[in-house]
């Protein structure tokens, strides 16, 4: 090879263009590995897709080395395997998930008769109720109810096999009227949400980055039928490199809709997936069956959250009803940590290193790590407020 055929090379693996996507390439990324049947934790495999029962995996999920491995797996199938997972009966008991499923409601009667339009990425607007920002407004609204929705371990142990610890958790509600049209198949944030041209000038590495700064997942506040429209998925796909800028395609997008799968879900059940897979949520063939969905949006520290909380407010309204549970027991330091890291940011950057300096070690006191000494310390909640108020003032420019 001569040396201007190499720099050419060199240039298309360090830029992809839409025009060089290969249908036969992707196609080929489908095949599943040799040992992709040798998942230890799953309960069943459907579709190619494994199918985790939470319920069986409490004891594993309390021991250390046990989860460690389970993150093992888990982040295995994410990354190199069908790309999407199942955790069956996350709730179990769906006194939490209902009491949510209310507050929701409420949340849309309220918009909409506000006049409140929320458009959808990639379905018609109208076609379905949203809520954006779903996180803020359920802690706001109903702290309490969000203190027990989200004391789920489960989702705490998924979100950091993928992104690590000091993950964002951000969401959105979706409900799909009966008659509600699918969407068209995509990626998800954060390349998944650019133009074209934008997506074509970052460099490949860049492409191979984007999946690891986000988690998607939804919680089944409903029973999900096939014939509801739950997400239609194409195992395998997020690992064909291209494909950010394969996926609006129109030869893309005819393979996905004649080789995708769906699985029905139960309410209390989770789906999560990598944001590189090719996904669509369904139609909703039914007459009666409002699909309801939490859509969870979970990033990386390392990344930037698609929408902006008020996690200083909702630390505040937040704090006395885990201070009232820690202290009558009715809630585990397990459960806590995981409604502390649904709510208060973990990461301590960016701050403001004049007025908010390292004190012992390496970065400044977390968001997160303050929540957690107030409660271990039994602070009063008008010590919390001004402290965590405090703590926000520091950190702005």
């Known amino acids: 090879m001569n040396a201007p055929e190499s720099r050419r090379d060199a240039r298309l693996r360090h830029w992809y ?40 995996l409490v004891d594993t ?36 998930l209902d009491e949510a499923t209310r507050v929701f409601e409420s949340v849309i009667r309220d918009e909409r008769e506000a006049g409140a339009a929320a458009a959808d ?27 027990r929705y989200f004391a789920c371990p489960p989702l705490c142990a998924i979100a950091e096999a993928w992104l690590g610890p000091h993950f964002q958790m951000t969401s959105q509600v979706n409900v799909v009227r009966p008659g509600g049209q699918a969407q068209q198949a995509h990626r998800d944030y954060h390349l ?14 860049v492409h191979a980055m984007s999946r690891f700064l986000t988690l998607q997942g939804a919680i089944a506040h409903s029973d999900m039928p096939v014939e509801s429209g739950p997400t239609k998925l194409l195992p395998f796909s997020q690992r064909y490199a291209e494909g950010y800028l394969a996926w609006r395609r129109q030869d893309f997008r005819d393979y996905f809709e004649t080789h995708y799968v769906q699985l029905p879900l139960e309410r209390g059940d989770a789906l999560f997936f990598n944001p590189a897979l090719f996904h669509a949520a369904g139609s909703n063939r039914t007459t009666s069956v409002q ?68 004190r012992g070690g390496l970065a400044p006191m977390s968001q997160q790590g303050l929540f957690r000494q ?3 310390e039994h602070w009063s909640v008008e010590s919390f407020i001004a402290a965590i108020r405090e703590q926000a003032a520091r950190r702005e420019a």
């Not at 359920?138 to 969000?146: D, K, N, Y």
């Not at 998944?192 to 590495?205: I, K, L, M, N």
């Open 17 to 56: 263009r839409e025009q060089d996507c290969s249908l036969r390439d992707f196609v080929a990324a489908l095949r599943p590995p040799r040992d992709d049947d040798g998942l230890r934790f799953a309960a069943q495999t459907v579709d190619r897709v494994p199918v985790y029962d939470c319920q069986k």
């Open 61 to 96: 999920l309390g021991d250390a080395t046990q989860r460690a491995d389970l993150a093992v797996e888990w982040a295995s199938v994410l990354d190199v395997g069908a790309g999407v997972l199942v955790l069956k009966r996350v709730y179990a008991d769906t006194a939490p």
């Open 121 to 147: 990425h990639f379905a018609k607007a109208g076609a379905n109720d949203r809520i954006w920002n779903a996180q803020e407004k359920l802690c706001l609204r109903a702290p309490s109810v969000f203190a």
């Open 192 to 205: 998944g949400f650019q133009s074209v041209p934008e997506v074509e000038r970052y460099p490949a590495h």
């Open 291 to 358: 699909r309801m969905a939490n859509l969870l949006q979970i990033s990386s520290a390392y990344g930037r959250a698609m929408e902006s909380l008020n996690r200083t407010k909702m630390c505040e309204v937040l704090y006395p009803v885990l201070l009232d549970r820690m202290r009558t027991a009715s809630i585990t330091s397990e459960e806590a940590d995981a409604v502390i890291a649904s709510c208060a940011e973990g990461y301590p950057f960016p701050t403001n290193l004049d007025r908010d300096p390292p």
């Open 374 to 376: 107030a409660l271990t």
